[in-house]
């Protein structure tokens, strides 16, 4: 009797140990993310500044000027400098205001050269702050070679991503002739769109996060006359969501589209959340139901951040 009572005695321990460490892998801590949309440089190193202060997985910048800021070499220059001071890991978004709009002094459209441009400074290997994330760039695929702002990383079972989309409508051209850029583009986001949703798969991730400029989830405008140039990526990604058991989460900085700023919104697993003018906190806890929420930032940012 007292051998049967104590090996029930070792079983119900044992049992108890195993629940207890089921308990703690289903507690898995969470990780903060800080997202940065500021314009002016004055904005930008105060948020890089304040940010160091918080401890964050990694921090993402949505846009690195204003669209009447000038597009030489030495401002982007400034802000490589500037971004390279962060003590975080840093994933830059490619905004439309940072080159979609550049322009000579003549008025001769320079927004590709400048794209070029800021693909070689801020998406190359030798972009410190980006290092740390371990990230995969779509351009090591030999077609889409130019592509380098389109990366993926990992944190937890968790898959991040940049999409290259600008604000407004995707750089859709209503002028003919001038949509080679959007098109060869559109293509490639396509493919990345894709292979996001397969690495998911195969590394059965527990969430997809999407950062890009532009919100191809709104409601898009209502004309006969102008083409929506996000039409492509918004059924591909409900597509995306429609296929993947975990959650799809777009992070977007478009001002002016249906949902509030600083809320998520979700339509079944897929959901958007618009990032204001500052910078936000997002809080990720792998293992929950609903694995994001946001944070407030401690204090508000310094003048000069107005989008």
Sequence with gaps: MALCIGRIQRQGLAILFCLTLGCAKAAQPGFQIGIVNAQTE?????????????SLAFLVVTRIKAVDDACSDE???????????????????????????CQSDSGRGLAVERLTRLRELFHGDDFIPAIALNPVR????????????????????????????????????AEAGRNSEFED???????????????????????????????????????????????EVRRQMETLAAGFSGKVLLVHAQAGSDESTGKIFWRG???????????????????????????????????????
């Design 42 to 54: 004055a904005a930008l190193a105060s948020a890089v500044e304040r940010a160091d202060d918080v």
């Design 75 to 101: 401002l982007y220059l400034e802000r490589r400098a500037l971004l390279e001071k962060s003590r975080h890991p840093i994933a830059l978004v490619s905004a439309g205001s940072d080159w979609s709009e």
């Design 138 to 173: 779509q351009s090591a695929t030999a077609r889409f070679r130019s592509f380098a702002e389109n990366m993926r990383w990992e944190r937890d079972g968790l898959l991040f991503a940049t999409l290259h989309l600008p604000a407004p409508n995707n750089n859709f051209r």
């Design 185 to 231: 583009r559109l293509v490639a986001n396509q493919d990345w769109l894709h292979r996001l949703a397969a690495h998911a798969r195969l590394k059965k991730a527990k969430a997809i996060v999407v950062f890009s400029d532009g919100n191809p989830l709104a409601t898009p405008p209502k004309t006969a006359f102008k083409r929506d140039g996000y039409q």
């Design 269 to 307: 697993n897929l959901g958007a959340l618009s990032v204001g003018p500052g910078w936000t906190r997002l809080k990720v806890t792998p293992g929950q139901p609903v694995p994001f929420m946001m944070e407030s930032p401690p204090g508000p940012m310094k003048a000069g951040s107005h989008r």
